[in-house]
């Protein structure tokens, strides 16, 4: 196992550590994992890892996972076919045997994929910031990432690595050598929350908020909140909590936290603070922001407060690691969304289009639309508002929230796309005051698509979000097809 280097160590040497690689050898892959080798060379380096023999590379080590809706080992020839150096799998593998590859036979694939990631962890020596939240995530991550590159070497998860097969993903990437690694903790139900606090043992971990996503698994918002808080499980005086001053539901929790908690917040005391705020529509938010003693104007190029939230708990993971405000500052103002969630699109004839397709929750809906309440340089402002899934017996009066939220942002037109709750938030727009003929129900993104194109004009501001299994990002692609 490679020695811990103290973050004091790592900035009295600008921030730098020797690079300390994990290297991985189809014995260690065994021994980590508790299974056996069946076949192959002990010796043999492993360098790669891959669930998808779709994305795998020559020389990757297969992990045969079996789900619910797939069974890994029926693709394990393919994998071989693909340049695999071999499988791990949770039965005999003879195909292996017969081309003179690796074969690692465990009890548990999952499990398996999991306890190596736990080796690297441990061994890697890095500082892990992990974090969660009911929005914000992966702004946060980017953003936080982004702000420790001014003085370190950095490995952020890729894509949605964020769930109990993914982030051991993310975790062996760390063999590597990075000093921080920066990963999201996903979760719709009790429990996953403190499996992968299990597996990333994080230095230091940040809570953006609680929300009501995923309310259909769960009894409450509160009951979200504690199973959010399992966030805070394993720590010790150690361990540091990033926590949301805004947000009583985090706060209450957070004061059960063993180790240090620093605090972040917009209008109120918090080691990183906002203060003055100016709201700058599309363009994002300008503030005067305090991180410990320092303070400065930081422009924040994402839109909404939420995502100036999402920065301030970017700048306290960057005061944690002693990064001034100055280095913090143009990080931030170069920050740019993630693929679906608010890229901003400028077609032609001045039409815009805030994509924000990847996901949807009634609360991140209502931050969307205030943004769009905020922009008065279009014509016209649209919104198509994708159905928001896994919010169970409240989904209707959640998606009528939503509604009478359009309706008060002033929209020219609303286009509501789904099922039954999607159904409730255009009847909702309309009972608040929106005119029945700006309001539009549409059953399928595909049928959205068509509308949406065909009531679109040179100069509209069009934002569209929605949960990801709706598919609102069909909207998005007719549109620039559009008006390319």
């Not at 693929?339 to 815009?352: D, N, Y």
């Not at 009531?455 to 609102?472: A, F």
Request: proline share 4%; aromatic share 4%.
């Amino acid at each position: 196992m490679a020695p811990a280097v103290s973050l004091a160590a790592r900035r009295r040497n600008g921030g730098r550590r020797p690079i300390v690689e994990v290297t991985l050898t189809a014995g260690i892959v065994a021994q980590a994992t508790g299974g056996r080798l069946e076949s192959g060379d002990a010796d043999a380096r492993i360098d790669g890892f891959s669930i998808d023999t779709r994305t795998l590379q020559a020389g990757d080590l297969f992990f045969a996972i079996r789900g619910e809706r797939f069974d890994g080992t029926r693709f394990a020839e393919a994998a071989l076919a693909a340049g695999a150096c071999g499988i791990v799998a949770d039965t005999s593998m003879p195909a292996a045997r017969a081309r003179g590859a690796l074969a690692i036979v465990v009890s548990d694939v999952v499990a398996a994929l999991q306890a190596l990631a736990a080796h690297v962890r441990r061994a890697s020596g890095a500082q892990v910031v992990a974090i969660t939240g009911s929005a914000g995530k992966t702004t946060t991550k980017e953003a936080a990432a982004d702000v420790l590159e001014a003085r370190y070497r950095v490995f952020r998860s890729r894509g949605n690595l964020n769930n109990h097969i993914g982030l051991p993903l993310s975790l062996l990437e760390l063999r590597r050598g990075p000093d921080v690694a920066v990963v999201e903790l996903a979760m719709n139900h009790a429990g996953e929350i403190r499996t992968l606090v299990g597996l990333a043992h994080p230095d230091v971990r940040v809570w953006t908020n609680v929300g009501d996503a995923h309310l259909g698994f769960f009894s409450s918002v509160e009951a979200i909140a504690d199973a959010k808080a399992e966030v805070m499980e394993g720590a010790d005086r150690q361990s540091v909590l990033v926590a949301n001053a805004g947000d009583p539901r985090v706060m209450a929790r957070a004061a059960r936290f063993p180790g240090r908690v620093l605090t972040f917040a917009i209008d109120k005391p918090a080691d990183v603070s906002a203060r003055a705020v100016r709201e700058l529509g599309l363009d994002g938010s300008v503030a005067q922001v305090r991180a410990g003693l320092d303070e400065a104007e930081v422009q924040v190029p994402l839109p909404g407060r939420g995502n100036l939230e999402n920065a301030l708990a970017a700048m306290a993971v960057g005061l944690h690691f002693g990064v001034p405000l100055a280095e913090m500052r143009p990080r931030i103002a170069a920050l740019r969304p993630a693929s679906h969630r608010g890229q901003i699109h400028r077609l032609a004839g001045g039409v815009t289009i805030v994509d924000d397709s990847y996901n949807a929750n009634p609360t991140a809906v209502q931050q969307a639309l205030a943004v769009l309440a905020h922009e008065s340089r279009s014509a016209r402002r649209i919104a198509v508002l994708g159905e928001m899934l896994e919010l169970g017996e409240q989904a209707v009066p959640l998606h009528e929230r939503c509604g009478r939220a359009a309706a008060a942002s002033q929209l020219s037109r609303l286009v509501a796309v789904g099922g039954e709750p999607a159904r409730a938030l255009a009847g909702a727009a309309i009972a608040a005051g929106m005119p029945p003929h700006d309001v539009t129900y549409a059953a399928t993104s595909a049928e959205a698509a068509d509308v949406v194109a065909a009531l679109t004009r040179p100069g509209d501001l069009v934002l569209v979000k929605g949960s990801r299994g709706i598919g609102t990002e069909q909207v998005v692609k007719r549109l620039q097809a559009e008006f390319a």
